[in-house]
Structures are given as C-alpha cells and as structure tokens.
Nanobody, 124 residues
Framework: QVQLVESGGGLVQAGGSLRLSCAASGRTFSTYAMGWFRQAPGKEREFVALISWSGSFTYYADSVKGRFTISRDNAKITVYLRMNSLKPEDTAIYYC?????????????????WGQGTQVTVSS
C-alpha cells in the first residue's frame, strides 16, 4: 500500500509561485496514477490535476490550466505540483492522491490513498 506525505505549502503573494511535493512510500508507487486535489474552507474537495503512472498523460481542472504543472519522478517516488501566477482563490489545503487509473484518481470517491494535506495561502 502506498503512503503519501505532502510538503511545500506556505504563504505567498498573489502572482507568486510555489512547488508542492508528495513523497510516496511503497514499492508499487510507479504503477499508480497520481493526482492533486484542494479544499477551501466551507467548500468540497475538488480535483486540480492528475498524471498517469508513466507520466505521459496529464490533465488539469480548467481553473488551473496554464498556471499549474504536475510532474512525477518515479525514481524518487515523488510527484510535484508547480503552481505559478497564484491567485487568492487558490487558497486551500492541497491533498495528494493515488489510484490505480487516471479516471479513478480524478474522482474524490474513487481515490485509494490520500496524503494529510498541506496549506497554501495566497494573499492579495
């Protein structure tokens, strides 16, 4: 079973950048599709981005397309989320997620494994 630990969150001004990391443990990491979700106060957890097990396929929510980039390093068993041009509405707790397929990892109900989350706060 894969376990996930996020890092890299923090406070940044609007227009700034952050890179989130999700370190995984478990020998089967390279077979999982990986994703990022976020949850703002009083709102439901929402999909942000996903990457296939090989890294060849990525998909983004419309709200972050062109600003965020997801990537993975299977040798380091880590997935990253590079966030540029951050906006106050990007403020949320960001969660790393793992599932067997890309269709599953973009569905909050189908995710197999969640990280504990990392806070991202964007000030205006």
């Amino acid at each position: 079973q894969v376990q996930l630990v996020e890092s890299g969150g923090g406070l940044v001004q609007a227009g700034g950048s952050l890179r989130l990391s999700c370190a995984a443990s478990g020998r089967t990491f390279s077979t999982y599709a990986m994703g990022w979700f976020r949850q703002a106060p009083g709102k439901e957890r929402e999909f942000v981005a996903l990457i296939s097990w090989s890294g060849s396929f990525t998909y983004y929510a419309d709200s972050v397309k062109g600003r965020f980039t997801i990537s993975r390093d299977n040798a380091k068993i880590t997935v990253y989320l590079r966030m540029n041009s951050l906006k106050p509405e990007d403020t949320a707790i960001y969660y790393c997620a793992a599932a067997r397929t890309t269709s599953q990892v973009m569905d909050v109900k189908e995710v197999d494994v969640w990280g504990q989350g990392t806070q991202v706060t964007v000030s205006s």
